[in-house]
């Protein structure tokens, strides 16, 4: 049996009385998969074959179900107490899909419950069914390193970005925190064209860099760093730190430090959370 974590409350948890289990009502034929759109130009007499600009994905939208495991109905408060639960976040929030023996973490998504439906008794609610969006057309899976760093001159290591979209960069979240007087670190990714990322490092100050939405903060205040106390001069000549999917070689060089790099990549399985 599955539950699932959502806006930190669990299906383990949330009523107390009993925990709930994922199911559905109806039998189900087959699974969604994915579904894309081609983006293209317009075909001419004097372009015979249209220019082609890649695809966008349709978000991944399920249908699914909960149930009591005690197998008694729901009270009206407890009516409420699910409602306000699932519906209340106004923007995307993980949902952890866990097998209910392990505890596993088995599936992650981040989305929004759009709908819910409840079925009736003659004393009660027999469950709730409801249709959850992902902002995205695949679960993702979570991963996190810690490196630490006390080479003066500079330190080569391979990470593996097990990223199902073999065609996009990863960006990931770095902090970076130099444990000696302030001073430039550079971390370079080889199999990236060598591309370097260079910072002015301030002594035993966790900083923190969101490489997708280009966002440098002083891990410790949450303020934004500005470029120039970095020692960034020509925003032109920026590279924010990305990742390939598969080995990447990394070089880290200017002397003792830590860093930590987490990301999130997208996980193609199809259906099979119950």
Known sequence: ???????????????????????TFESIDTIVGTSRENISGDISILRSIANEYGTTSTPLTFDYALYKTNEEAFTDEEQIIIETWLTSPQFSKDLQIFDCNTKEITDTFCGKFL??????????????????????????????????????KETTFLLNCESNELEKYIYPNLIIKKKEETGRISIQNVNDNKNKMTIRAYKELPMYFDCLHCIPKDETTNQVISYSDLGWTDVGDIYWFRLLPGLNEIIVSGGNVDIQISFDVPYKKVGGWL
Request: with cysteine; charged share 15%; proline share 3%.
């Open 1 to 23: 049996m599955k539950g699932f974590i959502y806006d930190g409350k669990s299906t383990d948890s949330i009523l107390g009385s009993s925990s709930l289990g994922l199911c």
């Open 115 to 152: 709908s819910t439906e409840w079925i009736p008794l003659p004393k009660g609610w027999a469950g709730i069914k409801f249709t959850f969006q992902n902002n995205s057309a695949y679960a993702k899976k979570h991963y996190d390193y810690s490196y630490t760093i006390n080479n003066i």
